[in-house]
């Protein structure tokens, strides 16, 4: 990847004034794209595009009461309803057409600064505020923050930064470089920490200003409150994009320097988690991992682009893969100077894309059953989230995968119908059933933190996670007998439960696989080819061999699946999950 400017050099993240810092990290997802600006535009179709992600319920007249009132979040956190947005980045070919850079992903860090400061505060409700300057189009090192005699001041321009993604240590620059960046662009901002203590928002920004560092320092005499450090890290994935010699980067505002480069920030968190966060989480050495902060872990999930999906636009305008321009009336401005805002106005005649509705959605309240309460159908209680792989299933007899419409009730009611004492479900669309729980597995908590994802049918209830599986049991069942397995089968004499070859298949000479198998049927099969060894495995799959390469014998009860072709109540079982019920034939 090239870039066509020279590198100048910026602040990293985390450099320090000699203290000590302590901050948590959200990751988020896109929630939306197009031409959406509730701060500086609106009501209106904004000038140019953004990416945005967090409150579900963002739009062109978005309010600290409606980003709140959200169905969910792009972000983990889901106590985080807050808006955060920044221009879509772009390519343009030498043609004048332009081709989507995909965003890959934000992360939010909150961060603990501010030398000798009065207690941090949280982000007041209706906050809001915008970093950076869209019409910068070169590096300004004459207007700096506030400075005194104790504490320098720096440019406000070193607010925002660039990082070229290689296989060596990110590289940052305030404006796009000319490095090749294999793994992509990072844009990095730093928003400011100081506030009047008055003004909600101004449209020159001036109710808040930058610490005297940017990232750390003093706020000015006339901005008595601190607020938590905001710095926003947002990835492009410029891989996806092919380049052409004459073609270059550009932000959708037309700044083909990325020194216009800029966020905005409209708060949505739930009244006192932040506040909480910030007086219990921000601690000397930090870890910056939010499962570790009590008031934010109640509120985390995993996998937001699947548990709060990209929502539909919201302004009749496409503005993803290869376009004939920018969208709206941005022209290209290569600087120094700033960009007139000529370069961003449509004249009357171009008609205006159409404001389409933005959903009206609410909170979903969420049941977390605790570990050993009655949750869903009668006698069924909750077990714990266990971890969960697929070489050692906890639950492995009978499973439903890709579910529409699952709810831990109707995976109880399947389990329950095919005599199981035991159900689980698990990446918000998948039951499990079994008698046991098996290969040791052990519960890992409530699964607050991992086992988090929505079930397909019901939004209200968590369905496992991603490897993790949330498991009930029946206390009304009787507990089922041990495994008891088929001893004959015409020629074949069983010889236990044995575990799979280690480079290899335990049995060799031919194999067979349907839904409809049964011992007998697995026995009809091996005689038929004079195989003196055959095996079940899996519920379904036939093995035959003249000899037996196992990896060990298993415990009879890990060979705990149901032969599929089985019809009766009768339990006939056909191996597990890389186990085999092993017969053998001494007259063949």
């Known amino acids: 990847m090239l870039f066509n400017s020279s590198p100048l050099r910026v602040v990293t993240l985390l450099a320090l004034s000699g203290d000590a810092y302590a901050f948590f990290r959200i990751g988020c ?248 966060a910030i007086d219990e989480c921000f601690i000397a050495d930090s870890s910056g991992d939010v499962g570790t902060c009590a008031p934010l872990n109640v509120s985390q999930i995993s996998n937001t682009a699947y548990q709060c999906p990209r929502r539909p636009q919201v302004i009749a305008e496409n503005v993803y893969g290869l376009l004939p321009k920018l969208p709206g009336c941005n022209q290209i401005s290569w600087g120094p100077a700033r960009a007139p805002t000529t370069n961003n106005t449509c004249p009357t005649s171009v008609a205006v894309p159409a404001i389409l509705p933005t959903a009206d959605t609410k909170p979903i309240a969420t049941q977390i059953p605790t570990i050993s309460s009655a949750f869903g159908n009668t006698g069924w209680r909750y077990k714990g989230c266990y971890n969960d792989t697929g070489n050692a299933r906890a639950l492995s007899v009978y499973n439903q995968q890709n579910v529409a419409d699952l709810t831990i009730e109707k995976c109880q009611r399947t389990c329950q119908g095919r005599g199981m004492k035991f159900s689980g479900v698990e990446l918000g669309n998948q039951c499990w059933c079994d008698n046991y729980i098996m290969n040791n597995a052990r519960a890992i908590g409530e699964g607050r933190a991992n086992c988090n994802f929505k079930c397909s049918g019901d939004s209200t209830e968590n369905c496992g996670g991603a490897a993790q599986l949330s498991i009930f049991e029946n206390v009304l069942a009787v507990t089922p007998a041990p495994v008891v397995v088929q001893s004959l089968s015409g020629k074949y004499l069983y010889k236990g439960c044995q575990k799979e070859g280690t480079s290899s298949r335990a049995l060799t000479g031919a194999k067979q696989a349907a839904d409809t198998m049964t011992v007998d049927a697995c026995a009809k099969i091996c005689l038929g080819l004079k195989f003196r060894w055959m095996g079940v495995e899996y519920g379904r799959e036939c093995y035959c061999g003249n000899s037996l390469n196992s990896g060990g014998t298993a415990p009879a009860t890990e060979c705990n699946m149901r032969c599929m072709g089985n019809t009766n109540k009768t339990a006939m079982y056909c191996g597990g999950s890389s186990r085999l019920n092993v017969y053998y034939s001494s007259s063949l």
């Open 29 to 276: 997802s896109r929630i939306l794209d197009g031409r959406v600006d509730s701060i500086i535009s609106p009501g209106k179709v904004s000038g140019h595009v953004h990416t945005l992600v967090g409150s579900a319920n963002i739009g062109v007249s978005s309010t600290y009461d409606t980003l709140v009132n959200s169905e969910c979040t792009s972000c983990e956190i889901q106590d985080d309803r807050s808006a955060y947005w920044s221009p879509q980045l772009y390519y343009q070919y030498g043609n004048g057409s332009v081709m989507e850079v995909p965003h890959d992903g934000s992360v939010l860090y909150y961060i603990a600064r501010g030398a000798g400061q009065t207690p941090m505060t949280a982000f007041p409700e209706g906050l809001k505020m915008l970093s950076g300057d869209a019409a910068a189009r070169s590096y300004d090192n004459k207007t700096m923050t506030f400075n005194n005699k104790t504490f320098g001041g720096r440019p406000v321009a070193d607010r925002i930064s660039w990082a070229c993604l290689s296989t060596k240590p990110a590289r940052e620059t305030p404006g796009f470089s000319n490095f090749i960046c294999p793994y992509g662009l990072r844009a990095q901002v730093h928003f400011q920490s100081c506030w009047d203590g008055v003004n909600l928002y101004k449209s020159d920004q001036s109710h808040v200003a930058y610490l005297s560092q940017i990232d750390n320092g003093v706020c000015p005499p006339t901005y008595p409150v601190l607020l938590p450090h905001l710095f926003i890290e947002t990835s492009y994935a410029t891989k996806n994009v092919a380049v052409e010699p004459n073609g270059f980067y550009t932000l959708a505002q037309g700044d083909p320097t990325g020194y216009g480069y800029h966020a905005d920030f409209q708060n949505g968190w739930k009244p006192g988690v932040l506040q909480d």
